[in-house]
């Protein structure tokens, strides 16, 4: 008399008695989990349950033949059911609790731009995740709709990225300013100079080593300006478009040092690096070397995609009053000085100019 056969809860098999089963009674249930990382992207981790015996090895319990029951396809179809109905709720309301900024690199390495993310997640519980590149570099990457969010300094960039569709809602945010630093022998002779343009000149007239990023960033940017407002296109052996510029402001800084040459360099990066560094600020406090920095929002009508509610939050929050006194004091017990200043309009508003 053949032996009766009943389904294995274990294995979704048929079984020729009850006692072949027996120690696969407790194997675990595989279940899909959605998991965010620091990176503010989702990800999708299943974790397997091993079917095992009574002896520790896994597999199939021994004589289990494949069956097909409508009762295991029944109950397959509603798990499947299930989780199509739980993901399309737990998956946007996850990635809307994440921001991605692409940020010029200067915010970032000096540590304004992480404190700032930091405490914004600590009050809103919003990841943030964020990349840096010079502006040219950072606004290239946002027009592909990968960032919700960018920070910036170069306006004729920005102003091309709005109008271009990519970009809404630019807002000032921070503002420092650039210097001309050089060998402290000076052999261009221009400590002390008020006029950028007019130090420039000096520099190309006396031949004396200088490096540009070169690169497109905000820093060359407004290097290309002063030389403009010099009426002068650098070129020749004097003048040096640094291999590796597109790292920042530090390692630009770090290689102008050893060149013993002059470069523009925002004061934020010197400051850091003052007592690493043998090049001194020669040239300061000309207007035209004001360093303004934005934030620009990636245009959600272009990117339905992007985190528009997160990247609004952000964007609010940096220009009212909490983010902008975290600015305001920021480098102050290091350095003597703030590395950056507020330059919101609701601050000014407020505290005047």
């Known amino acids: 008399m053949a032996k009766k056969e009943h389904e ?7 079984c020729p008695d009850r006692q072949s089963r027996k120690g696969y ?3 675990p249930v595989s279940l899909p989990v959605m998991s965010r990382h620091a990176t503010g992207v989702l990800s ?4 397997w349950g091993t079917v095992t015996g009574s002896d520790g090895r896994p597999g199939i319990p021994s004589g289990c033949k494949p069956i097909r029951r409508k009762s295991m396809k029944f109950s397959r179809m509603a798990s499947l059911v299930c989780l199509l109905c739980l993901f399309p709720f737990s998956i946007p309301a996850q990635a809307a609790d994440s921001l991605r900024i692409s940020s010029t690199i200067g915010p970032v390495d000096a540590g304004i731009l992480p404190l700032l993310a930091d405490t914004f997640s600590q009050k809103t519980g919003i990841t943030i995740s964020m990349e840096k590149a010079g502006t040219g570099k950072t606004l290239k990457k946002a027009e592909s709709g990968a960032f919700d969010l960018v920070m910036v300094h170069a306006r004729k960039l920005e102003d091309a990225f709005v109008a271009a569709g990519f970009g809404v809602d630019r807002r000032d945010v921070m503002y420092n300013d650039f210097v001309i630093l050089g060998p402290a ?19 190309a007239r006396a031949g004396a080593p200088f490096v540009s990023r070169g690169d497109r960033s905000g820093t060359h940017v407004k290097e290309m300006d002063i030389w403009q407002a010099a009426g002068i296109q650098p070129a020749g052996t004097w003048y040096e478009v640094y291999a590796d510029g597109a790292k920042g402001n530090k390692a630009t800084t770090l290689y102008t040092d050893r060149k013993q040459a002059y470069t523009l360099m925002d004061r934020a990066t010197w400051l850091t690096l003052k ?7 020669l040239v300061e406090n000309d207007p035209i070397m004001l360093n303004l920095i934005a934030i620009i929002r990636v245009n959600p009508d272009k990117f339905p995609q992007v985190h528009k509610d997160a990247a609004l ?10 983010a902008q006194t975290i600015i305001r004091d920021f480098g102050k017990d290091t350095y003597g000085q703030p590395l950056f200043f507020p330059n919101s309009d609701q601050w000014h508003a407020r505290h005047g100019k």
Do not use: Q, R, Y
């Open 185 to 203: 022998g000076d052999p261009a002779g221009i400590k002390g100079m008020k006029s950028a343009a007019a130090a420039f000149a000096a520099i």
């Open 313 to 322: 939050k952000f964007a609010d929050w940096l220009v009212e009053d909490e």
């Open 44 to 47: 999708e981790s299943f974790f």
């Open 275 to 281: 007592d690493t560094v043998t090049v001194v600020p």
């Open 25 to 27: 009674m407790n194997a």
């Open 8 to 14: 294995c809860i274990a294995c979704g098999h048929s």
